[in-house]
């Protein structure tokens, strides 16, 4: 089976750097995928890491390390707006890696 | 812009009522899937397809049936509506060989 494993709650200031882990055993892997929901919305697709490495995109970054089954997702220059959870997800050996399996989300909080 | 869109926001129904829950997306996606998102738990695949008429169990399948007539369409079926399927519902949908997950708005099931 799967399991991912990340952080209930993190809270942060505006203007800091926040980080998300994730930790995750899968039966086989494919990529580890960042999507981020706000309350009453639906969840958005934020960032998809195959490789070792750090992948940038404007303020957030994701970094997977796959001999460490591990991954982060990195917030900079906070903002009220990035209030919301984060959820990390795994796309894995079964079924080809169509299937997502996700953790149980990260609810971070910015005060000003 | 990807749309999926769910028939319902919010939805109430009695104990061993058939619920209809329907998506539609209009990307021509291959790949549709329905969860179901708890507080603390994130969000857990109950069946998703591949193709038409074609379906794979998730994670948590046990009560609930799908649907999958035409490409754009997939629908969840509760059989007999129990209240522990009181859930949010979202339905996404993938492009084959693409990573991002596109989600609907969900619908909020009470069964009372």
């Known amino acids: 089976g799967q399991s991912l494993e990340q952080p209930s709650e993190v809270t942060a200031v505006e203007g800091a750097i926040v980080q998300i882990n994730c930790t995750y055993q899968t039966s086989g892997f494919y990529g580890l995928s960042w999507y981020q929901q706000h309350d009453g919305g639906a969840p958005t697709f934020l960032s998809y890491n195959a490789l070792d490495g750090l992948e940038e995109t404007g303020r957030f970054s994701s970094f997977l390390s796959r001999s460490d089954s591990y991954g982060y997702l990195l917030l900079q220059e906070l903002q009220m707006k990035d209030s919301a959870s984060y959820f990390c997800?795994?796309?894995?050996?079964?079924?080809?890696?169509?299937?997502?399996?996700f953790g149980g989300g990260t609810r971070l909080m910015v005060k000003p | 812009d990807v749309k999926v869109t769910q028939s319902s926001r919010y939805l109430v129904k009695r104990t061993g009522e058939k619920v209809f829950l329907e998506c539609v997306q209009d990307m021509d996606h291959e790949n549709m899937f329905w969860y179901r998102q708890d507080p603390g738990l994130g969000l857990r695949l109950i069946y998703f397809?591949?193709?038409?008429?074609?379906?794979e169990k998730g994670d948590i399948p046990e009560g609930y049936s799908v649907s999958r007539e035409k490409k754009e369409r997939f629908s969840l079926i509760l059989e007999s509506a129990s209240t522990n399927q009181t859930s949010m519902y979202l339905c996404a949908s993938r492009g084959t060989g693409y990573h991002e997950q596109y989600f609907g708005p969900g619908t909020r099931l009470t069964v009372t």
């Open positions: 397809s591949y193709d038409v008429k074609m379906k």
């Open positions: 997800a795994v796309r894995d050996g079964d079924n080809a890696g169509n299937m997502l399996t």
